[in-house]
């Protein structure tokens, strides 16, 4: 597609750019932002009038809403963007060879970044800050129930592009309604340097089954609290309360409570009359169905990641049953341990297979802010290229620069 | 495939071995490699026969063979694994947030890798090493002219396991003369965490188009020496000659020289003759065959890696039409330029997008050794995960270890 041709053309622009002109661009899109809020919010309208008439689910409605609140979101989010370090340029490492060579590994941006994502427009000015931040030009696919609002805001990214005299590609939003142009992006090998999926499970395994490009993907997080025998009781139902029902709708909310058999009873009594009063559903295994409130849970659910106040509750006999349940069912995202035992807090921390494992704290602080990494792109639940919340330096790839003089071997 | 399922379940064993143990296991290899010389060049020989039978190209009998020497060789490989650092357990970040929370980032094992290889048989040996330094499990898929001799390090690997009181699985190596295990490989997700193809272009590709399975490829090394207007002739002409000759058949050899028009009367007039008499062929573009022995390039030759004595000759009008030839044309392994000016010197280094890129240097040095990384899997041409030479830290990914006092969010 000529449009990949272009924009791959003008990521040579923004891979140059020294941090100010890239904070100008940013501040340029913070103002246009504000200056056409009217605009988004129109065409924004048009998409949640759509979604009413195709009887969308009410969820997706909701993340598909913009409002001045959260465009004030999104303006905020992009003056974060300004303030972060630059990562383009960082010296890894570097040393003199015995030879005399100087060998330096610099960070420098990846090229073409595709974003494949659904229904939140605000995705949209994240993922283009960040790609800006870290010196990649980017080509947004966002879901076709945003279309409407991904144009205007693509509009005020490339009227800010234009503005500060740069390549208008560098920024590419596409409208993609039947997954046509995806299905190029994801061919385009030469063009596209990394594909990033964000979304449900039917889009990040089509994205994996038929991407011939590199992709880090931001999958479903399946999490897991562990209340164990040598748990603080007060801070096991304060974990296990706050990882559920703070914002049950996220990647790091808990989904999965596992109880040590020898403190169930003491716990899981309290326990589910607390997530009922917090209006939890709750599912479980044999031995937690003893408990009130509690239904039986089938094996789907030890891998269904609910996005609602809804949890799963499973007895296990030992520390070692926990781990393998969470090895097994899990999605490698965040699980924490409640417990005061030296060991089985070591053990759980080596040996739990997730990006985030957490001793005595809620799940709920996997996300690139509250790890201190600035804004993020997404969580990685894979283990190549990066792990966890995905910042700027995440879209920065190295290089070796080799300073000579005259050495051969 | 039950083997699959066995490697990934002696994974856990691996990863969770301290270093000392990790080095014994290598010792151990090392001592039996040398013990049972004599049943590795058995098995050898067999290979070399039906090689020779098959009528196979002497350049890959040449790989195929082992002798005393070759056998050394991959001892002093092994020991100088054994010297080097563990990267499992390093720390690469750490901090304390506001909120108390400790956040270590920390590098573990990847867990499985599925290392896809062609016909030299020391490859078994430095892949195995460099995985369990790095605390991972390996499938390890030779060629299949190497069959006999893959087996009988395999047995050597295995009995090593085993004396040292492993599980054996953690380095099976698999003998698929038809492709058909290896089609598996590249579909067993949830059991082989990585694959690493290196050989031609053809099994590369195969790889890249197939694989459900993040991959790192190591791909064909087209590294090109530029000559600049202002290079010093005489470092010119010893890059350009020990680019090409030192080791013609290897990645970081030079395949295509380009030579700014400004100096190419001096500088090629002499240099057609020093590689004429080493025995270098040469194809050039129009104005490059104008100087004797240039035979004409086609368009197919400046993306061609020969592996062999043979060199293309580009005349190039600037310095930017040597950076986009060699953006277009290249593999993106590494490059070199050839200059005394400053600013044409940074302008390289900045804008060939390459692994290593360098100035006043031959491209022979891009290798982990020389970089002062250790042993090396491979160079990596993709942008992800890791660029360039791929030593046992490229072969671990990072994990969120946090240390609370029941934070919640």
Redesign the interface.
């Known amino acids: 597609m000529e449009l990949f041709a272009n924009v791959k053309s003008s990521s ?1 622009q923004i891979a ?1 750019l020294t941090s100010s002109r890239k904070n100008d661009l940013l501040k340029s899109i913070a103002t246009n932002l504000d200056r056409f809020r009217k605009d988004i919010l129109l065409a924004n309208e048009k998409d949640v009038e759509n979604a009413r008439k195709l009887n969308l689910k009410s969820s997706l409605i909701d993340r598909l809403i913009l409002n001045d609140k959260r465009i004030d979101a999104m303006i905020n989010g992009v003056n974060d963007i300004i303030n972060q370090d630059d990562p383009v340029g960082i010296v890894e490492s570097g ?1 003199i ?1 015995p030879n005399g ?1 100087k ?1 330096n590994k610099v960070r420098v941006p ?2 073409v970044i595709g974003i494949i994502y659904e229904s939140r427009p605000n995705v949209t000015i994240d993922a283009a800050a960040l790609c800006i931040k870290s010196g990649n030009a980017a080509i947004l696919r966002g879901g076709k129930e945003a279309s409407f609002s991904n144009i205007a805001l693509g509009d005020i990214i490339k009227k800010s592009l234009v503005d500060i005299g740069l390549d208008e590609n560098i920024v590419s939003v596409i409208i993609d309604p039947d997954r046509s142009i995806m299905d190029k992006m994801l061919r385009a090998r030469g063009f596209i ?2 594909i990033i999926p964000r979304g449900g499970e039917n889009l990040i395994s089509y994205v ?2 038929h991407s ?1 490009i ?3 993907k931001h999958d479903k997080g399946v999490c897991h609290v562990y209340i164990d025998q040598f748990a ?1 009781k007060e ?1 096991a139902i ?2 296990a ?3 559920k029902v ?1 914002r049950p709708g996220v990647c790091n909310a808990m989904e999965t409570l596992l109880v040590h058999h020898a403190v169930a009873e003491e716990f899981l009594t309290d326990m589910v009359e607390i997530y009922h009063s917090n209006n939890v559903e709750m599912v479980g295994c044999e031995r937690a169905q003893l408990y009130k409130y509690v239904k039986p849970a089938d094996e789907s659910d030890w891998s269904t990641e609910y996005l609602d106040l809804k949890v799963s509750i499973k007895i296990v006999d030992s520390i070692s049953e926990a781990i393998d349940h969470i090895n097994k069912y899990g999605s490698g995202h965040s699980d924490a341990i409640v417990t005061e035992n030296y060991s089985n807090a070591l053990i759980f ?3 739990v ?10 799940t ?3 996300d690139g802010g ?3 990494l600035g804004a993020e792109i997404g969580i990685s639940t ?7 919340p995905m910042g700027a330096r995440d879209l920065t ?13």
Chains 1, 2 share one sequence.
Request: net charge positive; charged share 20%.
């Open positions: 040579k140059r040393s060879r060579l060998i990846i090229g340097d990394l994996v089954e011939l590199p992709i880090v603080d801070m304060s974990i309360l706050n990882s703070s921390l080596d040996s297979d997730s990006a985030a494992v957490y001793v005595n704290a809620s709920r602080f996997t509250e790890f201190g894979q283990k190549l290229h990066c792990r966890g790839t190295t290089k070796y620069q080799i300073f000579g003089t005259g050495q051969i071997r």
